[in-house]
């Protein structure tokens, strides 16, 4: 393990993912502190994985797994092993817990919001336009507008992403959202001049969500869905490669593409 940490280290990882690196490489040295690399068998790796299966954490056992196959295949090309065990083990499908929101189900929402609750409005309008997670929606500043653009790094990600003032959904216009600035905050979504949490507008868009009276055979949709429904708009419209840049969903190719072509690491649309 301490090779491949020198190998992840090298491939100039961000420290939020290197630190996710080292949680995972813990607990495979804690499960399996008694067996030697070579001796390592697809058993072995199913047992680490079944306890995360089990808890029903199927994201957690599939990256888990993801990066058990890299290490093997890397102890490969090493000439350690010839052979990976982690090649036979299968992760369950994720089912689908939340149902999906549609633009009618956006729409319905949105004519029932209140003039005292103005702000959601917004804040449902900017994440359908801009197709960003609703803890970058919360932390948006006026100062991160300049030269046409809404430029925002993503919390969860680290991604740069630079959004055109012009850019439109459905005759939802970016512009138009952020033309009247508010003199009192340094925030875009604020009641009055606060702040305005992430947990404020999930539990406030989930009170008219619920007065709706819209039926899902799942899990009702939080505002998160938003994201997905914006992805789908602009995947129809616009296109696979916009809505992936856009929402700042990227392959290490794409990645690699960009950072070549940006010193900087900002997509621009």
């Not at 490489?25 to 502190?33: A, D, Q």
């Not at 990976?84 to 299968?90: A, D, F, H």
């Not at 969860?156 to 959202?177: C, D, F, Q, Y």
Request: charged fraction near 30%; charge should be positive.
């Amino acid at each position: 393990m301490d090779r491949y940490e020198e190998i992840l280290r090298a491939r100039g990882l961000k420290e939020k993912t290197m630190k996710d690196y080292k949680h995972r490489i813990s607990v495979i040295r804690k499960e399996m502190i008694d067996v030697p690399i070579e001796s390592v068998t697809t058993k072995n790796i199913a047992d680490l994985l079944h306890p995360f299966i089990n808890k029903g954490k199927i994201t957690t056992a599939k990256l888990m797994r993801v990066f058990l196959n890299d290490y093997f295949k890397e102890a490969i090309s090493l000439g350690i092993l010839k052979i990976n065990p982690v090649t036979p083990t299968k992760i369950p499908k994720i089912k689908i817990q939340r149902a999906r929101l549609s633009f009618n189900d956006f729409t319905a929402i949105l004519n029932l919001i209140n003039d005292e609750n103005h702000w959601l409005t917004k804040s449902m309008k900017i994440a359908l336009v801009t197709g960003q997670r609703i803890s970058d929606i919360s932390k948006l500043k006026w100062k991160n507008i300049y030269d046409n653009k809404l430029w925002i790094i993503q919390q969860k990600t680290e991604s740069k992403i630079a959004i055109p003032l012009n850019i439109e959904i459905v005759n939802i216009k970016l512009s138009k959202l952020l033309e009247i600035k508010n003199e009192r905050s340094e925030y875009i979504i604020t009641n009055g001049d606060k702040k305005l949490s992430t947990d404020k507008i999930s539990k406030t868009f989930a009170k008219f969500r619920d007065k709706s009276e819209l039926k899902w055979e799942v899990n009702p949709p939080s505002f998160h869905e938003i994201r997905s429904l914006s992805a789908r708009l602009y995947t129809e419209t616009m296109g696979t490669d916009f809505a992936k840049k856009l929402l700042g969903h990227k392959s290490i190719e794409m990645t690699e593409k960009y950072q070549d072509e940006r010193n900087n690491g900002w997509v621009e649309l």
